[in-house]
């Protein structure tokens, strides 16, 4: 498969979600990319698919609709175990070649904490200890804007068009004149220091913000709940500030404008887990020089350049030694990617969303590692599940 086209321009959206624009801060093009359809982007982690069955599990437990049959904890843990299995079936279907178990994406210790972390979540929920009301019907959206005064709702669209904001909430809570909205996570959510992350803040606060454009009296709280629930200050000056730095994005990003891409692309710490850097001209640029030295910003797991040599294993998996676009030679080890791929000496290469074992710097710095792998040969639970390759053959124009 050949790199596709660096992406030249791009057109603005009308709306974005909090989401988007609080992991867009730094770069402007992801916030944009994010919101536009039909743009090449990088495979999704299974993980992806994990954090949807914790989210469906979360969102069953609110509305009641996990059967009843015993305990809370019992109930919870036999519809995480039936979402699983289906989840599993489906990626089944879609993945290529061995498909991922969600179950064993993680090696037993994170799993099991993982799992502990969504299931206190689901029984809290489910016993009650949040009270709840009637959703809207099966197949139906519920809005913000026709919830009754009291009770409990998940996955609520909310909008606010004068912010040009619009999303999807995990649950709002409506007691007369208070509102809560609550943000559920099953990842990580504090830093090493345990304060909120700060994009998460963000997120939340412009969720406070919409809440304001819809309930304008109303007493708002905003809280992450990850298992232990932390609240994330939504005081009149921190309103104040999430507005002017929104009213500041959204400036400089008219609706329906169209920009040339690298007018908006801020190579750094955005491009760690941007699903469409591998057409991004500014990251494909930036990161080969960024390699060599110890650089500020966490940078991802990708590297390309000319393939120098090939050891093919009896399994069908590959290593390769690369010379990279950084001058480097650097090795890669256990390629799933290129198992029907007939690359040579010579050929250029790009690969996206690998591993490492090499020490890559402490908070301050960070060394782009010479050693990647996409399974590693003595951990069945480490693996680069979303690993891609591109291959530019020997004769055939570089695409870049």
Known sequence: MQLPEPL?????????????LALGEECLLRAVLASVRDVPKL?????????????KLLELAVRGDIPREGSA?????????????????????MWPGDSPRLRGLFPPLIWRRKRRVV????????????????????????????????GSWSEVFIEARSLRLHGRVDLIQRTGGDVVIRDLKTGRVVTTDGDILPHIERQLRLYGAMARD????????????????REVGFSRE?????RAWLRGVLERLPPDSDFAAELLATPGDACEGCAHRHVCSAYLR??????????????????WGEIIGIVAHPDGLVDLTINDAGGRTIKVFGLVALRDEAVRPGDAIWLFSLRTRDKRGG??????????????????????WTVQAFVCRVGVSNPV
């Not at 030249?8 to 988007?20: D, E, I, L, M, N």
């Not at 819809?214 to 629930?229: F, K, Q, Y």
């Not at 930036?286 to 590297?303: E, F, I, K, Y």
């Not at 010479?370 to 480490?382: G, K, R, S, T």
Request: aromatic share 8%; with cysteine; hydrophobic share 45%.
């Open 363 to 384: 908070p301050e710095f960070w060394r782009q590692p010479h050693n990647f792998f996409e399974c590693a040969d003595d951990d069945p639970f480490v693996r680069a």
């Open 73 to 93: 904890s019992d109930d919870a843990r036999a519809a995480l175990d039936r979402l699983l299995d289906e989840e599993d079936a489906r990626l089944a279907t």
């Open 238 to 242: 921190q309103e104040a500030d999430v």
């Open 286 to 303: 930036w990161a080969p020089a960024s390699w060599r030295v110890d650089a500020r910003s966490r940078m991802p797991l990708d590297v």
């Open 8 to 20: 030249t321009r791009c057109v603005v959206p009308a709306a974005f979600s909090p989401s988007q």
């Open 43 to 55: 495979a999704a982690h299974p993980a992806a698919a994990l954090g949807g069955v914790f989210h």
């Open 214 to 229: 819809v309930w304008p009296t109303a007493a708002i709280s905003l809280v992450v709940d990850h298992g232990v629930e």
């Open 119 to 150: 299931l206190d979540l689901a029984e809290k929920y489910l016993s009650g200890t949040v009270p709840s009301a009637p959703g809207a019907p099966q197949g139906r959206t519920r809005n913000a804007r026709g919830l009754p005064a009291n």
